[in-house]
């Protein structure tokens, strides 16, 4: 049963576009929400995180939007740079347990 | 300041055997928590540790085991090592309602 899902398993954006990852939960008991980003052989680095009491957060070129109706975020990176190429994982969490339910991750490319 | 760290860094066992993995948190944080990424897939939750304690535990069988010491230090044992158990163990630490912060991972092979 995946909770957290990734549809797109790969995106490629060029180099100053924007890039939108997205990523849609089934649990309504889900109220904090994280992006990550992994490059090979390292682990995940945290990116942005957004409370289910909001439903935007920004960070620099790094802005979450959370719908909650839909049960739908998404990460938007602009303008995107060849660095931004890695994997991007969403993870979930829900009441306060502190245990992270993550999709299976997209790739993206940003060409220079 | 030092992130998390995790030791070692490649590993090979056989079938059957046991192996234990450390962690060290970040500078800091006392909660620390273990993930199975498969090839292909995202983190999956193993158990999370706080004072000492497993505080939560998701969907492995008892084969998994953890250990957090006094100065917030974990391990990760297996035993009875399967084939289905090669994948790169991660170590999260994180300090009360603040985002996990990763280790670069263990990676796990079995022959």
């Known amino acids: 049963d995946q909770q957290v899902k990734q549809n797109s398993p790969s995106l490629s954006v060029q180099e100053g576009r924007i890039s939108i990852l997205n990523c849609d939960y089934t649990n309504s008991m889900f109220d904090y929400f994280l992006w990550y980003k992994k490059y090979p052989a390292e682990g995940p680095t945290f990116l942005i995180s957004?409370?289910?009491?909001?439903d935007k957060n920004e960070d620099g070129r790094f802005t979450v939007f959370l719908n909650k109706s839909a049960k739908h975020l998404s990460l938007h990176i602009v303008p995107s740079q060849p660095g931004d190429s890695a994997v991007y994982f969403c993870?979930?969490?829900?009441?306060?347990?502190?245990?992270?339910?993550f999709g299976q991750g997209t790739t993206l490319q940003v060409k220079p | 300041d030092a992130g998390v760290t995790q030791s070692p860094t490649h590993l090979i066992k056989t079938r059957g055997q046991q192996v234990t993995l450390r962690c060290s948190p970040k500078s800091g944080h006392d909660t620390v928590s273990w993930y199975q990424q498969a090839l292909g897939q995202g983190p999956q939750f193993i158990f999370q540790?706080?004072?000492?304690?497993?505080?939560q535990r998701g969907n492995f069988p008892d084969r998994f085991s953890g250990h957090q010491f006094p100065n917030y230090s974990s391990e990760l044992n297996v035993n009875a090592l399967l084939l289905g158990d090669s994948a790169l163990y991660l170590c999260?630490?994180?300090?009360?309602?603040?985002?996990?912060?990763f280790g670069d991972g263990t990676r796990l092979s079995i022959l």
């Open positions: 993870a979930a969490a829900g009441g306060n347990t502190g245990k992270l339910i």
């Open positions: 540790y706080y004072e000492e304690e497993e505080r």
């Open positions: 999260a630490s994180s300090e009360a309602n603040q985002p996990q912060h």
């Open positions: 957004i409370s289910s009491i909001k």
